[in-house]
DNA sequence: AAACCGGGGTC
DNA sequence: GACCCAGGTTT
């Protein structure tokens, strides 16, 4: 055991008595079973709270049990994952099922780090918030609440180290889940990047940024690879009722999912579909990561169906795991 | 250690 | 526009 530290309960007691008040009513809070909880926090990585809720609803519906999930097709999940981004976490959340049914579900955060798409962030989450496990975590919101109560500087990612020790230092034996929680929930409430709103905040007392009057000057930013500027054209070529589809190749964004033909130019002579005429429906911005692709989207009208291109119908395009951008481009078309 | 991977909310 | 989000994997 750790030796007592009056300072550490005190802020352990502030906190919970705050969370207590103030964590909000999440779906996947009714019922944390390491199931739904491993579900909430793989959709939560990188995507904000609000964008996941209805993810999660209609996922727990379509696959209840890790069982379900395990025997689903990567088709199947991720037609539910379109729209929600980063795909290998829908990939790897049926492969970690597979592997739980192979060799059982883990019982501590060292066991939970074996299963595929599952690191030290989310390991924490599901033996704390599940299984009462004493696992410390940090996330974003908790490497800035770090960063700010002590005043630390330091540039990521050797912040995040910092974060990690201290979190492991803090952590509360007793509610270590509600404790991690708690951390989050203050992040993503009040501890907010811009404009944090420290006079609510239960902890303000205890805060060395606060203290120095420089709330907002921490943590230090990490330094960003430069944007990247992209010009494609979504061809969207229709023959009677049914639109030319290809599967994305691997090493392509959206490697394995459903999209149209694509050329990395906006030079409509560039043509595949030649010698159809195109016409223009639009075009849009979309960022991947680092890069913002100006999108053009060139429909033209054939007469044959070639077979190099899988033909869909409407009803076939509804149920295809299309990439955000590219449904996007295909609503644009259908406007014309 | 740095790059890669999506999409949306917010300022 | 830039920045951020209950990060993990690959190189």
């Not at 696992?135 to 002590?150: H, I, K, P």
């Not at 995040?160 to 992040?187: F, I, S, V």
């Not at 420290?198 to 606060?210: E, V």
């Not at 090493?251 to 010698?275: A, C, I, K, Y």
Request: with cysteine.
């Amino acid at each position: 055991m750790r030796p007592p530290n009056p300072q550490r309960d005190e802020l352990h007691q502030l906190l919970l008595r705050w969370y207590d008040r103030h964590a909000r009513d999440l779906p996947w809070r009714k019922n944390p079973e390491p199931y739904q909880t491993w579900v909430s926090e793989i959709m939560l990585q990188q995507t904000q709270v609000a964008t996941v809720i209805p993810y999660f609803e209609r996922w727990m519906a379509r696959f209840p049990t890790i069982a379900d999930l395990a025997n689903a097709s990567e088709d199947d999940v991720l037609q539910f994952w379109q729209g929600l981004g980063y795909y290998r976490r829908g990939r790897n959340l049926l492969a970690g099922a597979q592997y739980v049914v192979a060799n059982g579900i883990p019982f501590d955060a060292a066991g939970w780090q074996e299963v595929p798409g599952i690191g030290p962030y989310t390991a924490g989450a599901i033996a704390s918030i599940a299984q009462n496990q004493p696992a410390a975590l940090v996330d974003g919101n908790v490497e800035r609440v770090y960063s700010r109560l002590t005043a630390d500087a330091t540039e990521p990612p050797k912040l995040t180290q910092n974060a990690w020790k201290w979190a492991n230092l803090n952590l509360d034996h007793h509610r270590p889940g509600d404790w991690n929680q708690a951390l989050m929930e203050l992040g993503a409430t009040v501890c907010t990047p811009k404009n944090p709103q420290c006079p609510t905040c239960p902890l303000k007392n205890r805060c060395a940024a606060f203290a120095i009057g420089k709330p907002d000057s921490y943590p230090t930013p990490a330094k960003r690879t430069a944007t990247v500027q992209l010009q494609q054209t979504l061809w969207i070529a229709r023959c009677g009722d049914r639109i030319a589809t290809e599967r994305v190749p691997q090493g392509e964004w959206w490697e394995g999912m459903v999209s149209f033909p694509r050329s990395q130019t906006h030079d409509l002579t560039e043509n595949p579909f030649d010698p159809a005429w195109p016409k223009l429906a639009g075009t849009f911005k979309h960022s991947v990561t680092h890069h913002r692709i100006t999108l053009q989207v060139a429909c033209v009208t054939v007469e044959n169906a070639a077979d190099n291109y899988t033909w869909l119908n409407a009803h076939e395009l509804n149920a295809a795991a299309i990439p955000a951008p590219h449904r996007k481009g295909l609503e644009l078309a259908k406007r014309l």
